[in-house]
């Protein structure tokens, strides 16, 4: 498997896949630019000529979250938890706002299972604020952006440890 920036020159070996393999498969590789294009290349072995395969072209919009981290660090049973931040997007361009992007509060307990507590939409500026009660103890809350799986990537906020006593 190889990539490029402009689909034209600079190609990259990034990794390999099985030859010879007698069905469909499945294969994983780390790209440096999510913006870029690949193409299956086989090397001239013996008699037969190097092939390469169409070029395809993709293009993703990197997302982060900035800000992300809840108002207190301590809490009473049953207070809110808040927890605010911007949703950003870069396309080929400068970074700019996500608007209406789904922003979900995770909350995972020092023991047990974690849980989504509560979701909501960035504004127009790409701002959100989301809060929920916290009910369960102590443990760790953090944001995410989950993003349109063909066009955005995961973005999420930092996990911060919120004390309930």
């Known amino acids: 498997m190889q990539q490029s920036a402009n689909g034209t020159s600079g190609w990259s070996t990034i ?10 498969f499945q294969v994983q590789f780390d790209v440096t630019d999510p913006h870029g294009c690949w193409r299956l290349y086989s090397p001239a072995v013996g008699a037969f000529q190097a092939g390469y395969s169409n070029v395809v072209h993709c293009f993703r919009f ?9 108002a207190s660090t301590t809490v009473h049973p049953g207070q809110w938890v808040t927890v605010s931040g911007s949703l950003w997007q870069q396309g080929l361009g400068p970074w700019s706002a996500l608007s209406g992007g789904t922003v979900v509060l995770v909350f995972q307990p ?21 809060s929920a009660r916290a009910w369960d103890g102590s443990g760790s809350w953090s944001v995410f952006y989950q993003g349109s799986p ?16």
């Not at 990197?62 to 809840?70: D, K, L, N, S």
């Open 110 to 130: 020092a023991k047990g299972t974690g849980a989504i507590m509560a979701h909501t939409a960035t504004d127009a500026h790409g701002h959100f604020t989301v």
């Open 62 to 70: 990197a997302t982060r979250i900035t800000g992300g981290r809840p």
């Open 150 to 165: 063909r066009w955005d990537v995961m973005a999420d906020g930092p996990s911060v440890y919120v004390r309930v006593g």
């Open 15 to 24: 990794g390999t896949v099985p030859a010879g393999y007698p069905g469909e």
